[in-house]
């Protein structure tokens, strides 16, 4: 007879042939005596699904039983039952049963009331399995599980329940003994089972390791297959363990060979050295992949394109791209202005310009982020006579240039010696009604000062006022200066009233 260690410490039967004589028909155990705040604690584990976040949508019948579970004392449970009158169809007792994980006490005495009137499905007999693995309670688990194979209902469903809640409550060790013990239940130990336990060992976090452990030992025994070997690079990815990411993708290699069916594999593999700064190696893999026809899919080049973008490698993320797109995956509009955004960070201009041409070949056109984007690189570098010629084209496709990159094409465009650009950029956002306006008004006036084009300043300063623009007192500071110098005070004058009095 073999054991395993029980919630509380203590061994319990595994012989899946001795019958719990505590079982009445249909064979499930007592409840535990006491209510579910003496339940061993569930460390970090989220709450339980209850029947009230989705009680508008039950039917009666089902909402009635749900609320017996949750408010009678579970003592009292089964004569409440008795008395709803309701009949507790194999319907029911799922719906009842999905919905009542936080009441463990009360859904083991709801289960066995059912089971007096009609034979239970192996789903539900699954999730009372799994009700019960949850709350942490594995021995009336394990009486459970014998009272199915009694019933003929065990399956590899059952076992992948109890594999992920002896993980999720850190009892790996458990979860492996269960699997050794599979076959005394007639459940067959095949691939499926082991990629099921390996799953969910890998699902916790940094047990990956743990993992392994068990896939070398059984690896001899039951030969893996790709999934085996997905589950296992999914571990390394979020463990971001690129030194056994390359260890396994390598014996995967060597097992199962290149499998196009495989991407999960490959997009996690290439992730990993993605985030682990080893994007030149992923580029070549990549490469490799391509001649291979094993290329991953558009999730990996996205999620890689991202990791890139974060860490502002703009020299891998054009390799990447270029994979990308070579391969016949056609990128969107979010993904190319991820990509310009980068460039333009970059002050690659060149680049950008060539993303952005080529956008309209497929099928992604470009948008006010786009442009703006390019804009910006141009007005932050300088590149005054490019800024114009772009300004031009931004206008012709009616896509808006945001206020603050006009307060700065201003200035740029005043400091590069085109000032009828610069007043074109704010007519332009004058009749378009480009907001706020502030900046951009109190750039242009000091601009048009610089040049000693008072008469303009006058002109400007009152259509802004006219039009409820504020204008700062260090502007009128400088401008007062100003129409000193060139003997206009009386139109400084004029204005200053104005501006007093607004």
Known sequence: MISLPSANGTAFPMDPNLRNPLLPTPKIPNPPPSSSQTLPPLANSQPFPSYLDVAPTLPPAVL?????????????????LTRSGIPPSPQYVEQVLKLSYASPASAVKFFRWAGLNSKHTPHSWNLMVDLLGKNRLFEATWDAIRSMKQEGVLSMATFASVFGSYCAAGKFKEAIMSFDVMDRYDVPQDVVAVNSLLSAICREDNQTSKALEFFE?????????????AILLEGWE????????????????????????NMSA?????????RGSQAEEAVKFLHVMKGKNCLPGMKFFSNALDILIKLNNATHALSVWEVMVGSGLVPNLIM????IGLLCNNNDINNAF?????MPFNGAFPNSLTYNMVFQCLIRNRKVHEAASFFSEMKKNEWLPTHSNCTAAIKMFFDGYDPEMAVEVWNYMIE???SPMEESANTLLIGLRDLDRMSEVRRFAEEMLDRGIELYSDTMGKLKNAFNKARMLD???????RWKGR
């Open 64 to 80: 009635s039983l749900c609320e017996i579970l949750s408010k009678v004392p579970a003592l009292e449970v089964e004569s409440a």
């Open 217 to 229: 030992r059984i690896k001899a025994k039951i030969p893996p297959d790709a999934d085996t070997f």
């Open 238 to 261: 979020k463990e971001g363990n690129v030194t056994m990411a390359k260890k396994t993708f390598g014996e995967m290699v060597i097992r199962v060979g290149w499998n196009t069916d």
């Open 266 to 274: 490959h997009d996690a593999f290439l992730t990993t050295l993605v």
């Open 336 to 339: 190319y202005n991820a990509v």
């Open 354 to 358: 060539r993303f952005l041409d080529e």
């Open 432 to 434: 378009n009604r480009i």
């Open 491 to 497: 139109a400084y004058d004029r204005i200053e009233r």
